[in-house]
């Protein structure tokens, strides 16, 4: 009697549901729904550690330094309110003005190298060539290098004495700087180290390169164009969009790069040569146990980068190519 009425599907030897007559629903639709439910149900579940990890470690330590920006906090006792006096205090510090000038003295003159480097090397290891492999990954091999340990390297090469770069500097006689005890060439020194830095960026770049179509090469060919104004015309408008994205991508790198070199090789010095940013913050917050001051500073350089970051975006706007037409 039931049977004349209704209509059982099983999955697995269960019944999965049971439809009236006339319903237009298939059993492979009701089994296809349930599949795509169990599908976002597992993908949710996959990304629940890391958005709990963003929410625990990005979201809520942002709100935390927001608020205590505005606060006398020592970590000792509790939070005093202070308003806008940490940032009265910050702009006129004379520390937060060198950190600041060391800072974009970097980034002026690291991105841009870092960028014609990686560009540089893209070029001439984009060709599969007998050993070209082993040239691409002497190139990225510094990138991996744990931070700690590739300033320690560092320390040991710029060593007045002994360290190999002044020993070949005085073999082709040129002067051997002492460069990290004198102020004039203790930034350039940190500079320096970060242009061995290019894997990531060497990467990119060699992707982007062989994504054009050797059709356009072989046309500008035809037409009599020699290599600088296919570099021109072609290469460099087609790479435009990964130049800009790596531009962006080491301004807001360049908040952190520059911490530990600072720290381990010249805490700052000499004569505050190589205070940076990031080392201003960290030593205010944990070292002079002024919290509320290193989280005023903190805003304040994250909102300036963020209008550097803004302002690049929008000199470089419409500096690419679009392919949808």
Excluded at 70 to 83: C, K, M, N, Q, V
Excluded at 154 to 167: A, E, H, K
Excluded at 194 to 207: D, K, N, P, R, W
Excluded at 290 to 312: D, E, K, N, Y
Aim: hydrophobic letters at 55%.
């Amino acid at each position: 009697m039931c049977a004349s009425f209704t209509s059982e599907f099983f999955l697995d030897n269960k019944p999965v549901v049971s439809l009236p007559h006339g319903n237009t629903r298939s059993a492979g639709h009701l089994i296809a729904q349930r599949s795509k439910t169990n599908f976002n149900l597992a993908i949710r579940g996959m990304l629940l550690p890391y958005l709990l990890g963003t929410l625990l470690l990005v979201i809520l330590p942002g709100l935390l330094t927001f608020a205590l920006a505005f606060t006398e906090y020592d970590a000792l006792s509790p939070p005093i309110w202070r308003g806008f006096g940490n940032f009265h205090d910050v702009l006129v510090s004379p520390l937060f003005w060198i950190a600041l000038r060391n800072s974009l003295y970097f980034a002026v003159l690291a991105i841009p190298l870092r960028l014609l480097g990686a560009l540089a090397f893209a070029l001439l290891l984009k060709q599969r060539r007998r050993g070209v492999g082993l040239y691409r990954a002497a190139i990225y091999l510094p990138t991996v290098i744990p931070d700690v340990a590739y300033a320690l390297i560092w320390l040991w090469i710029f060593n007045p004495l002994y360290g190999p770069l002044n020993m070949l500097l005085s073999a082709v006689g040129l002067p051997a700087p002492a460069w990290l005890v004198n102020p004039q060439t203790a930034k350039l020194a940190i500079v320096i180290m970060s242009l061995f830095q290019i894997g990531e960026g060497f990467v990119v770049l060699l992707a982007g390169l062989h994504d054009i179509p050797d059709e356009y090469y072989a046309a500008a060919a035809i037409d009599g164009g020699n290599r600088w104004q296919m570099f021109r015309f072609i290469t460099l408008p087609l790479l435009a969009p990964w130049l800009l994205l790596l531009t962006i991508r080491d301004l807001t790198l360049s908040a952190q790069n520059t911490f530990t070199p600072a720290y381990l090789m010249t805490d700052g010095g000499p004569y505050f040569s190589t205070l940076f940013m990031p080392l201003l913050i960290f030593d205010e917050a944990f070292e002079r146990f002024r919290i509320g001051m290193g989280s005023a500073i903190l805003l304040l350089f994250f909102l300036g980068l963020g209008l550097l970051v803004v302002l690049v975006y929008f000199v470089a706007g419409g500096w690419g190519y679009a392919d949808d037409y």
